[in-house]
């Protein structure tokens, strides 16, 4: 091989270690924002909630990084086969962690909201939610980056616990507000963080799809049925919580 293509070689792997270490730090980055969020919402942390809503312009900017990046390898390496099938999957993941560092920040906008207001108890609620879903987001994270198409395939199908919790957390809280208007309010806001969990839910359930594919060279078929509450939804949180941020979720 001359010098000029054990440069382009050299050159080439270097772009894709660092587009590695680019989804790692995005995806290193929502889970703690993730997790602050949460621990705003149980603590009733007004400054934790603000650390976790000015943290999501990091994830923002490294998103841009990627597609920059991943524009650039495109236009230039002109990858095929697994190559390109890993660089068009990192885009289509940085995509979905954007999105969960939305959703993270939105928790925090409503756990600010809620530290001043009585305490409820069923704040306890939303944290087994948000358990299973940090465990999702941290297992399909490693589940990417090792190429584990098992792990993800395991992450895929958790999601519809996650979505009976949230159907099983709105009844509760729909009967909460109802026997005391006084609780209207703050379990409204809840509710809203509760649809943010269960979004987060299916964008980890989305980039387990995308490893799937990525792998296997093949979509993964959809054999799971997606629970459905929408007899028992009121409104809609993304027009509410996204605004100007991001374009509506169209969910799954």
């Not at 050299?10 to 989804?23: G, H, N, S, V």
């Not at 958790?158 to 949230?166: F, M, N, P, T």
């Not at 989305?206 to 409104?235: C, W």
Request: proline residues 3%; glycine residues 4%.
């Amino acid at each position: 091989m001359s010098e000029q293509g054990t440069h382009i070689v050299a050159a080439y792997d270097e772009e894709f270690q660092r587009l590695t270490k680019q989804i790692t730090q995005m995806g290193a980055l929502a889970e703690t924002q993730l997790q602050a969020a949460l621990q705003a919402v149980e603590r009733r942390d007004e400054k934790l909630a603000a650390k976790v809503k000015d943290q999501d312009k990091q994830i923002d900017a490294i998103e841009r990084e990627i597609d920059a990046l991943v524009m650039r390898m495109l236009a230039l390496r002109q990858p095929v086969a697994n190559d390109l099938r890993f660089i068009l999957a990192t885009l289509r993941c940085s995509s979905e962690v954007e999105r969960v560092g939305d959703y993270a920040k939105n928790m925090a906008k409503r756990a600010t909201a809620l530290s001043q207001m009585p305490v409820t108890p069923l704040t306890r609620g939303v944290a087994r939610m948000g358990a299973l879903v940090q465990a999702m987001l941290k297992d399909v994270m490693d589940a990417f980056l090792q190429g584990d198409v098992e792990k993800a395939v395991e992450v895929w199908e958790s999601d519809e616990e996650v979505d009976s919790l949230y159907t099983s957390l709105f009844r509760e809280l729909l009967t909460y507000m109802m026997e005391d208007p006084r609780h209207i309010t703050p379990c409204t806001h809840l509710l809203f963080i509760a649809k943010n969990l269960e979004r987060i839910g299916d964008h980890a359930t989305n980039i387990a799809e995308i490893i799937h594919f990525q792998v296997e060279g093949e979509m993964l078929a959809d054999r799971r049925p997606k629970a459905d509450a929408s007899n028992y939804t009121v409104m809609d949180p993304d027009d509410d919580d996204l605004g100007e941020d991001a374009e509506e979720d169209p969910g799954r």
